[in-house]
């Protein structure tokens, strides 16, 4: 396990989408206040491009890079690589179940009305949208992992289309090794003790931010999730096991 660095850190959580990541935000608030977060108010008013574009990321840096500690939004893992900072990062991500990942992410884009969904549209209408399943869904969390700057369409970030397959795996689960800390989403509050006790963060009291209440759904449409993101449940899986090694009961 990587070792606190003793120098000021800033830290970046790449957050991967319906795994706990806004909660793991707000909590943090307990000890960033909201000049050192990104995003916030100040950076734009549309808060998907500001939290999922890199280039708008890059062009808010510029502005107030200097003051921002606490960096989250739906970047890939290395975004920190763009960036330029004097001070070192404690990079962290949270992992969920893949095909729990992917119901909740349908369900939030219903309740949420996202690209013309609402609560009566089929939720496997809204899995099937070309645009939705290539870019927010098919293994996305790989993905975050994975990608590299110079892969990355201008602007683009998780965004990128890649090829699936073994050595996209193997990339992803390097840069999950080589994180300073993870956690999983159904041990949350653990992931919030470890980074009190080993950075001195205080997260708060336990919440939950923009979650959505599960509903029973076709078992055949639970396979077919699985099927269509193989790589992120062997990354998952991989996850747990290395949680366990480094977390022993």
Same mark, same amino acid.
């Given at each position: 396990?990587?070792?606190?660095? %003793? !120098?000021?850190?800033?830290?970046?959580? /790449?957050?991967?989408?319906?795994?706990?990541?806004?909660?793991?935000?707000?909590?943090?608030?307990?000890?960033?206040?909201?000049?050192?977060?990104?995003?916030?108010?100040?950076?734009?008013?549309? /808060?998907?491009?500001?939290?999922?574009?890199?280039?708008?990321?890059?062009?808010?840096?510029?502005?107030?890079? *200097?003051?921002?500690?606490? +960096?989250?939004?739906?970047? %890939?893992?290395?975004?920190?690589?763009? +960036?330029?900072?004097?001070? %070192?990062?404690?990079?962290?991500?949270?992992?969920?179940?893949?095909?729990?990942?992917?119901?909740?992410?349908?369900?939030?884009?219903? !309740?949420?009305?996202?690209?013309?969904?609402?609560?009566?549209?089929?939720?496997?209408?809204?899995?099937?949208?070309?645009?939705?399943?290539?870019? $927010?869904?098919?293994?996305? $969390?790989?993905?975050?992992?994975?990608?590299?700057?110079?892969?990355?369409?201008?602007?683009?970030?998780?965004?990128?289309?890649?090829?699936?397959?073994?050595?996209?795996?193997?990339?992803?689960?390097?840069?999950? /090794?080589?994180?300073? +800390?993870?956690?999983?989403?159904?041990?949350?509050?653990?992931?919030?003790?470890?980074?009190?006790?080993?950075?001195? +963060?205080?997260?708060?009291?336990?919440?939950? *931010?923009?979650?959505?209440? !599960? @509903?029973?759904? %076709?078992? *055949?449409?639970?396979?077919?999730? !699985?099927?269509?993101?193989?790589?992120?449940?062997?990354? @998952?899986?991989?996850?747990?096991?290395?949680?366990?090694?480094?977390?022993?009961?």
């Amino acid at each position: 396990m990587t070792e606190t660095n %003793p !120098a000021s850190p800033r830290f970046y959580v /790449a957050h991967m989408q319906k795994t706990a990541g806004t909660t793991l935000r707000d909590r943090l608030r307990a000890t960033f206040p909201e000049e050192q977060v990104y995003p916030n108010g100040s950076d734009g008013d549309d /808060a998907r491009i500001s939290v999922i574009s890199v280039r708008h990321l890059q062009e808010r840096w510029a502005v107030r890079g *200097s003051e921002i500690r606490l +960096l989250t939004g739906h970047f %890939p893992v290395r975004v920190t690589e763009v +960036l330029d900072s004097p001070d %070192p990062w404690v990079t962290m991500t949270i992992f969920r179940d893949p095909v729990e990942r992917v119901l909740s992410f349908l369900r939030h884009q219903a !309740a949420r009305r996202q690209r013309g969904a609402t609560e009566d549209t089929p939720i496997e209408e809204i899995y099937a949208d070309p645009f939705r399943f290539e870019a $927010m869904i098919q293994n996305h $969390m790989t993905r975050t992992m994975s990608l590299a700057p110079e892969e990355w369409g201008p602007g683009d970030g998780v965004l990128t289309s890649v090829a699936y397959d073994d050595e996209r795996l193997a990339m992803a689960k390097e840069a999950l /090794a080589g994180l300073d +800390l993870f956690g999983l989403q159904d041990r949350l509050d653990e992931f919030c003790d470890e980074l009190g006790t080993r950075y001195g +963060l205080d997260t708060g009291e336990p919440m939950r *931010s923009n979650t959505t209440e !599960a @509903y029973d759904v %076709p078992e *055949s449409f639970r396979d077919r999730i !699985a099927e269509d993101n193989a790589l992120d449940v062997a990354l @998952y899986d991989y996850a747990v096991e290395l949680y366990r090694e480094r977390h022993p009961a």
